[in-house]
């Protein structure tokens, strides 16, 4: 898998028989298929192999001990092959043959999920292994690594796949410890290289903690070449604001980008939708997918594939039958009548094809965002914390309060709950930084910080239970609740108050800090606003205030071309060379916008590649882009 292309994909089973497809074989129907999802912009899609119909083996019991392993149907005794000797099916391989004929004919790449044992909540193995752990039993990691170093092997020359998927989701197979899922990962992944060392291992998991208590990005990114999301909106913190808006709309670009930084290894989102008709109509849908497909092109990540392919909610079985998600979601009907995101998938595949620049160079980042450790609700913190920095002018990347920290001229460390956020050696790191130019924020949530006093200038009195609060920042005023109020008892002469609360005390000061800056606000603005719906549109208070304080400080280390002028439509910057540089505006609303098309800091626009000049501005359609050239 080439990472530096960008996938335009869709999760499949076959609209004729979905997750039956391998026991129901229809090569034609599966031709239909692939028909309709390339002639709509389709190029990859992640394909599932069910795990009872590739390795259908049934444990043959004598005295409560399992006598031998048989071949489903019938019992068969496991043939002296190596197939046999791997309890792989002979005829599903076949169709899976035809499978990948059938996708080069028609220029799909695939991305292979082999331990498919979960699926739309519903869980499958061969009835070898029924009632037991697939992550921990040793019999079952056994036949499983037997499985993928046969299946791997075998399958490693065909030139449609470019990716081997561990499987859909494979940490909701059961709750373990963390250290034994890394066991599991690591003895999979293994068998994988053995058979094909040529080809990436993707992870396949929906999501992934954080902190070192359990098994987290970090961790799975040493076991796998390429990280996954699977960042649906009704089920995380995004579903406070319509599909067609600026949260969910950017968030999978975020999550994606997480990962990639912690991980260090690529990451694309593997799965995405709407869920359907309860949270979204058709055409809401589409346009929610055109905005995700531009935000996460131009924020580097390196694919985006749609759940699902083709509608699954006409079968009548589990879990189709009894279980919402999964059924009604494909970019195409039951009979392959393409729905309006196929008509997006489409539109923007056309738009990669003819777009000048073959691959867009990264675009800049001025901040690093630090993670603290236990961080609260993490996601939406971080959502926050990257949409506040964009309104600012600032792009950021992220990186973990216990990894060595990337140069940057400026550290945000965002809604601080914890009481050991970073360890003390990472801390002085960070303040010999400052001390010798960079700026730091940091947002307080409900515990004191290490040093605050040498950090912020500020000594704090006392505190108390939280109440509602009107802040004054430039004279715009701001409401904002946290857990505890924060009594100040003396301001440092280093320290210069930005912003008041109601009784005329400090709650978000700027300190000198040897050649550096601090600064520090005592409410936890990111959190805070993150429970609040619409808290990113134009009609919002301007939050992003806050971090337009300590932006002019990296701004000035890495000026842009380009600033909007608009609280939706956010926009990333590629250098192209010393002299020009394009950017690429995402309007992440419902309604069309027109924002000024002059540059800042001696670049001024000189082509618009994408969309249209309005007078003086540049015209962005609702849930769209514009794409304008900058140059010196």
């Not at 990859?44 to 795990?51: A, E, H, I, K, V």
């Not at 079985?317 to 729905?339: C, E, I, Q, T, V």
């Not at 060595?404 to 914890?418: G, K, Q, R, T």
Request: a negative charge; proline letters at 6%; glycine letters at 6%.
């Amino acid at each position: 898998m080439k990472t530096n292309r960008y996938y335009i994909g869709a999760n499949y089973w076959a609209s004729h028989a979905s997750i039956n497809m391998w026991s129901e074989w229809d090569a034609d129907a599966v031709e239909r298929d692939f028909i309709a999802l390339s002639s709509h912009g389709v190029d990859c899609l992640r394909m599932f192999l069910l795990w009872p119909d590739f390795q259908p083996l049934k444990a043959i019991m004598a005295n409560d001990v399992v006598y031998e392993y048989r071949m489903m149907p019938g019992e068969r005794p496991l043939p002296d092959t190596e197939a046999g000797r791997a309890g792989v099916s002979e005829e599903a391989c076949a169709h899976f043959a035809e499978f990948c004929r059938l996708a080069d004919k028609y220029s799909l790449k695939l991305i292979v999920g082999l331990l498919t044992g979960h699926m739309s909540f519903r869980f499958y193995s061969p009835q070898a292994f029924e009632g037991k752990n697939f992550l921990t039993d040793p019999t079952v990691i056994k036949w499983e690594i037997r499985f993928v170093r046969y299946f791997v092997k075998r399958f490693r020359g065909e030139p449609s796949i470019i990716a081997w998927d561990l499987g859909n989701e494979c940490s909701n197979y059961s709750k373990i410890p963390p250290d034994q899922f890394y066991v599991w990962n690591t003895c999979i992944t293994a068998a994988i290289r053995e058979s094909d060392p040529d080809r990436p291992v993707v992870s396949g998991l929906a999501s992934l903690p954080l902190d070192d208590d359990s098994f987290n990005v970090r961790e799975h990114a040493e076991c796998v070449d390429i990280l996954t999301t699977h960042p649906y909106q009704i089920f995380s913190n995004t579903a406070i604001d319509p599909v067609d808006s600026l949260l969910p709309e950017i968030d999978p670009a975020v999550r994606a980008s997480l990962y990639e930084n912690l991980g260090g290894k690529p990451a694309f989102i593997e799965e995405c939708g709407s869920i359907g008709y309860v949270n979204a109509s058709e055409r809401s849908e589409a346009a929610a997918l055109r905005a995700m497909l531009f935000s996460s092109w131009a924020h580097g990540n390196h694919g985006f594939f749609w759940w699902c392919a083709f509608d699954q909610g006409q079968f009548d079985y589990a879990p189709y039958d009894w279980n919402n998600y999964g059924s009604d979601y494909g970019l195409f009907r039951a009979g392959r009548d393409p729905k309006p995101t196929a008509l997006v998938t489409s539109e923007f595949s056309d738009f990669l094809s003819d777009f000048e620049y073959a691959e867009l160079p990264p675009h800049t980042t001025e901040a690093v965002c630090i993670v603290p450790r236990q961080l609260t609700n993490p996601m939406k913190t971080l959502d926050s914390t990257f949409i506040l920095a964009k309104q600012a002018n600032l792009d950021i990347k992220f990186a973990h309060a216990e990894e060595p920290l990337p140069d940057a001229p400026l550290y945000i460390m965002p809604s601080v709950y914890s009481s050991k956020p970073i360890s003390l050696h990472r801390l002085n790191d960070l303040l010999c930084r400052v001390r010798s130019g960079a700026s730091l924020y940091i947002s307080l949530g409900d515990t004191l910080f290490r040093r605050i006093t040498e950090l912020t200038g500020l000594t704090i009195e006392s505190r108390e239970r939280g109440r509602a609060e009107r802040i004054e920042l430039d004279g715009e005023y701001f409401t904002l609740q946290s857990g505890y109020r924060y009594n100040i008892e003396s301001v440092a002469d280093t320290c210069t108050p930005l912003a008041h609360g109601e009784d005329g005390r400090p709650v978000y000061t700027v300190n000198r800090y040897g050649d550096g800056k601090i600064y520090f606000s005592l409410y936890p603005l990111e959190a805070i606003i993150a429970d609040r719906p619409s808290s990113f549109t134009d009609s919002a208070p301007d939050y992003a205030g806050f971090y337009r304080k300590f932006a002019a400080d990296a701004l000035s280390v890495s000026p842009r071309a380009y600033q909007s002028d608009c609280r939706e439509v956010l926009m990333t910057e590629h250098i192209i060379d010393s002299s020009r540089r394009v950017v690429v505006m995402i309007n992440y609303s419902s309604r069309p916008k027109t924002i000024t098309a002059a540059g800042i800091n001696g670049y001024k626009p000189v082509r618009v590649l994408r969309g249209e000049r309005d007078g003086d501005g540049i015209a962005v359609p609702a849930n769209d882009a514009a794409i304008v050239e900058f140059a010196l």
